[in-house]
């Protein structure tokens, strides 16, 4: 039987048209989709009461239980019936697909063109530098001239960034004489989002053409010589995610993106490393440049103290919640990865009650925002130094 349920979700025998429950952590603009699919859906005999007339809450549905607490369906009105006895839904093609696509885990290669096209057709060029620009450093997409931003939600089938500190815009334009995209902003897992749909944004700057991924991210330093503000060049990286079997690359694997078994040993470029050692000496502050290993922990929580001593002792320096799985989706698609993280507070692996010793955001965007402007100017730089190659 087709009908709808007390929470106004399409009920059938197939389950054609039925929002998933993963969709609802899919951000805003799901919400919005599933919002327009309920309304083209329900009608006025549906969400009316027995005298046809709507109730108090203007949905007699959503007050009609079984006594064990199930939802009563509600039989689909014929009116809403096309001759297959199939529910007409009245989004278009376009808002549908697009419904569909945003609770899926993952992006076919033809919906990631389709972003890519959008993007490149409206900025008017192909970016050849990718940048992702971590909690408090979204100045790094200011530095852009010429610049064309897209908000998130304006781009089709683009999931939304939830998180303070990161603004959910997409900035195209040049830095250095080199046409170049930055995320302001991107999607962590403890939002809600699985780790495909995370680093799919990274996929669709290799579509539109980017060759190289600058990511950077703030982080916590385990390693005992770093200190609050210090910059560390990431050349290696445990991925925690993986090790429970998570992974972006999970599910079929598309070859024109890249290889089934792609390797890792090389994800993060020597040549780049090497020559921001060198900026950095350039620019007086190789004191606070390190270069070390970097984990990603599910989040949102910070870690606890064991968690700490185990990563140290496995060789770890920082620790975040972001880009080892975009990363690992930018050596997939053959781009050459440069990554580094701001140490944002020092972690802390010996017990303690004082709340000084707790990590918090508040602490981490202040930081972030005394020292954007040495991480602006070290990446400005290494990008000039990159165009020198082109």
Known sequence: MTGYNSKGDVATGNGNHKNSAKGQANGKKTAEYADRESDAMCSRDCCAGK???????????AENKQSDGNPVVVPTPQSLLNSDNRIQCYLTPEEFRALRVMNEDTYPYEVIQEIADFIVKGSGMRPKIGIICGTGLGSLA?????????????????????VEGHAGKLVVGTLEGVNVMAMQGRFHFYEGYPLAKCSMPVRVMKLCGVEYLFATNAAGGINPKFAVGDIMLMHDHVNML??????????????????RFPALVNSYNRDLINKAIEIGKAMGIE????????????????ETIAELKALRMMGVDAVGMSTVH????????????????????????????KK???ANHEE????????QKACCELVSRLIADIQKTM
């Open 356 to 358: 000084d010793d707790e």
């Open 142 to 162: 200011d530095l852009i001239q010429d610049a064309k931003v897209f908000e998130y939600e304006k781009i089709p089938n683009f999931p939304v960034s939830t």
């Open 51 to 61: 005298s046809g007339s709507p109730n108090k809450s203007g949905n007699a549905c």
């Open 242 to 259: 993986g090790f429970a079997g998570n992974s972006p690359l999970q599910g079929p694997n598309d070859p024109r993106f890249g290889p």
């Open 287 to 302: 004191s606070n440049i390190h270069v070390g290993v970097y984990s990603c922990l599910g989040g949102p929580t910070y």
């Open 326 to 353: 975009e990363v690992i989706t930018a050596r997939h698609c053959d781009m050459k990865v440069f990554a580094f993280s701001l140490i944002t507070n020092k972690c802390s692996i010996e017990y303690s009650d």
């Open 364 to 371: 981490v965007m202040a930081v972030a925002k005394i020292r």
